[in-house]
């Protein structure tokens, strides 16, 4: 638990174990936000057929994956990879304040500055809605190591 250094308020962040219970093995969620992050870019297209993904949810949800990965992939303690990704997810909630899934908005959790607790609270409130934002089918990535032939 958290506390707001501007409210005094208790702030439930999950621990990391609670909030990615439900997230891919790290291998597969790499692998998924690289081709995410590669079809956002252009550099591939969307290989899934359906109804049109709202922009701004994807680019969210990509974010919000992404800074997921790099703090389970940091482990405790600062890490500024996690602190950046934390930090480009914080920025884009507080443009579009009506994506915030969790109960506080991005700027309630003060005391850790690198805002990793955020993450958390959002990535278990975005698996418990139903992952908006992405296809309801996982993208199925191939695995590099197959086509590398190892």
């Known amino acids: 638990m958290r ?7 208790a702030i439930d962040a999950p621990p ?3 909030a990615y219970a439900n997230a891919p093995d790290l291998r597969r969620e790499m692998h998924q936000v690289l081709a995410l992050g590669a079809e956002r870019d ?21 974010l919000l ?5 790099m703090d389970r992939m940091a482990g ?3 890490d500024g990879a996690a602190a950046q990704t934390a930090e480009q997810l914080v ?5 579009h304040p009506g994506l915030v899934a969790g109960p506080h908005h991005p700027d309630a959790i003060t005391l850790d500055s690198s805002r990793r607790p955020y993450v958390r609270q959002e990535y278990s409130a975005w ?13 199925r990535v191939p695995d590099l190591r197959y086509r590398a032939g190892l």
């Not at 506390?3 to 308020?9: C, D, G, L, Q």
């Open 3 to 9: 506390v707001n250094s501007n409210t005094a308020e």
């Open 16 to 18: 990391p174990h609670e």
């Open 42 to 62: 252009g550099r591939r297209v969307r290989t899934v057929t359906g109804p049109p993904v709202d922009a701004t949810v994807a680019e969210r949800a990509w």
């Open 65 to 69: 994956r992404r800074a997921a990965l």
């Open 76 to 78: 405790p303690g600062p």
């Open 91 to 95: 920025l884009y909630d507080r443009r």
């Open 127 to 139: 698996t418990a809605a139903g992952r908006p934002g992405t296809h309801q089918e996982e993208r």
